[in-house]
């Protein structure tokens, strides 16, 4: 199999692939491969010139017409200038499955049109969080065919050198249980866990009632909790475990020395450490826990002193870093030092004005004290840096947004600059859009095709949603489903990146439960990193297309872990987008025509 791909995506876009039917499709019609509401834009890319502008949107099963269009000239991709051309059929509105038949092309994935047509992905994306917990069997209730036993029990974590200190000294046992595997690697890492769990919790406080009726089918769905609540909290007691109770100072990771294989988690056996506390992992967890306390309150009868253990810990963290703003986790030099070398992944942040922004921000919402807004300086200067692991500071302003009518006078006089902020970036983010030949907000340059590109789209998809949030003006959600319909399809690999979504979907992603449980299709509901501009240089895997341009460099092989792993800072933006829009459709009238 990987082979026979590896040949097609060598040669090009213009090759017939098998669809899962076994009929031949094209490859060069790329769509939002589930679907699209009826009241929003729908949109698909054509690669490649042929004659006949006429398109024609057929029944699934080809045998009726329901709306015939024309295809737009065809114009240049602004990065591999193969030529584009758009078929539109927003006019149709009628819930259905249907293809696109494009005379000289071909017929495209089946597709849906219809209300809550992002409901299953939207579920699965955080269902795939359960699939990524440590420390527990993953049984066939609940997992299906992956189900799997408990791998790293973490339950006699070791004190690396690098973390010794004089009531803990290198070598001391600690339990460390529970928490997501990070990505396609079996390792636990507080900086990236502080983004998604706080992804995660601000999905839930900004769409409660959407969470509400969730059910996701994991062991805690039976309760009165929403089940993303649940699930963060299988992360969120993990990262409790990475403070020190004797200083308040937070564990960088818990990591094996090296990678594992490519092996079963309840193979691996290595020994694990904690590493050198450091200034992004302790306000990382201060923010999140912040956060957390204030989110966890409203179900003190089910989680009893959970919310104060948790404030608790957000204040202590973020004290010790008042004392140590400047820790950073230098894995090199660390290795110069210490034995065990550690050579798993390193996030190692240099740069920390924006942890500071989003731990205060989180700290002050959660207890109203000024202190904490005037500790730092939240607004030094104009920029509004998307968020991604090492960059944070958006999720403070997200959050004081969000919270706007429930704040102190002093914060509450730079509300209307700050949501002015957030519109302005919105704006930047959407201007230009419908001239691009993909018509995503996704791709303005380059540059958004980074290592993990898939979270750029996701994280551009959460702006402009809290612009939408913010203004009540529909162009920012059409914005946003135009980056879920590059993440499931219409982008220029024509893969969903959405595991087992899409008939043209990753099959192969760089992790490892995936590539050793010897089940065919990979573990569901992960997301792709997705294309990486430079990633033949930096996995220098075989197979990646010669002279692919930024937007093109991606193979969907295990090998590529700079285009195809997997990681809970990306699926966790996914989540948040894909449940936006399905929690806002009826308001911003996508539902109905
Ligand atoms: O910041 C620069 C940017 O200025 C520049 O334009 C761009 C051009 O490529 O590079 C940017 O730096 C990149 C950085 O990510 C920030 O996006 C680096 O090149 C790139 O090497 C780096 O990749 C990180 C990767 O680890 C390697 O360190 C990814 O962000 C990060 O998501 C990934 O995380 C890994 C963990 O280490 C281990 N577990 C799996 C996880 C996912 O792959
Ligand atoms: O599997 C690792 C993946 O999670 C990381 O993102 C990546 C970059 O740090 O590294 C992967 O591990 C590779 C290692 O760096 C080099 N040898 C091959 C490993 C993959 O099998």
Known sequence: MHALKKILTVAGFSLLISSAQGQAVPDNIRLNQIGFYPGAPKVAVVVGENNGGEFYLKTADGTKTVF?????????????????????????????????????????????????????????????????RMSIDLPEKYAGKWHRKAGHPDSKAIVHPSAASDKRPAGTVIYSTRGWLDAGDYNKYIVNSGITTGTLLAAYEDFPEYFKTQKLNIPESSNQVPDVLDEALWNLRWMLTMQDPN??????????????????????????????????????????????????????????????????????????????????????????????????????????????????????????????YTAVNLFPDDTMPLPSWNQVRLLGYYTLARHQNNLTPLAKKDVPALKERLRAFADELIAGVDARTYRTVMGKTEKDYIWGSSSVAANQGIALINAYKLT?????????????????????????????????????????????????????GLLSGGTNARANVQDKCAGYPANASADEMYIDHDCSYASNEIAINWNAPFVYLASGIEALQDKAGLAKK
């Open 247 to 372: 200083d308040g100072g937070v564990y960088h990771k818990l990591t094996n020395p090296a990678f594992d294989g490519m092996i079963m988690p309840d193979k691996a056996d290595k020994p694990r450490y904690v590493v050198q506390k450091g200034t992004g992992a302790a306000l990382n967890f201060a923010a999140v826990m912040a956060q957390a306390s204030r989110v966890y309150k409203n179900f003190n009868r089910d989680f009893p002193g959970l919310s104060d253990t948790m404030l608790t810990a957000a204040t202590r963290a973020w004290e010790w870093a008042q004392k140590n703003p400047k820790a950073i986790y230098d894995q090199d030099a660390n290795n110069k030092q210490f034995a065990p070398q550690v050579t798993t992944g390193a996030y190692g942040d240099r740069e920390f004005s924006d942890e500071f922004i989003w731990a205060a921000s989180e700290l002050y919402v959660s207890t109203k004290q000024d202190k904490y």
């Open 472 to 524: 009540g003006d529909k162009k920012y959600i059409v914005g946003a489903i135009s980056n879920l319909d590059y993440l499931l399809g219409r982008n220029a690999v024509g893969y969903s990146f959405l595991t087992g979504f899409g008939e043209k979907s990753t099959l192969n992603p760089h992790h490892r439960p995936s590539v050793a449980d010897g089940i065919k299709e990979p573990v569901p």
């Open 68 to 132: 015939t269009g024309q295809l737009t000239q065809s114009k240049l991709n602004e990065f591999s200038k193969k030529p584009i051309r758009i078929a539109n059929f927003s006019g149709f509105s009628k819930p259905g499955s249907y293809v696109l038949e494009i005379p000289g092309v071909g017929k495209s994935y089946s597709f849906d049109i219809k209300p809550d047509v992002h409901q299953a992905v939207a579920a699965a994306g955080l269902k795939g969080f359960y699939y990524q």
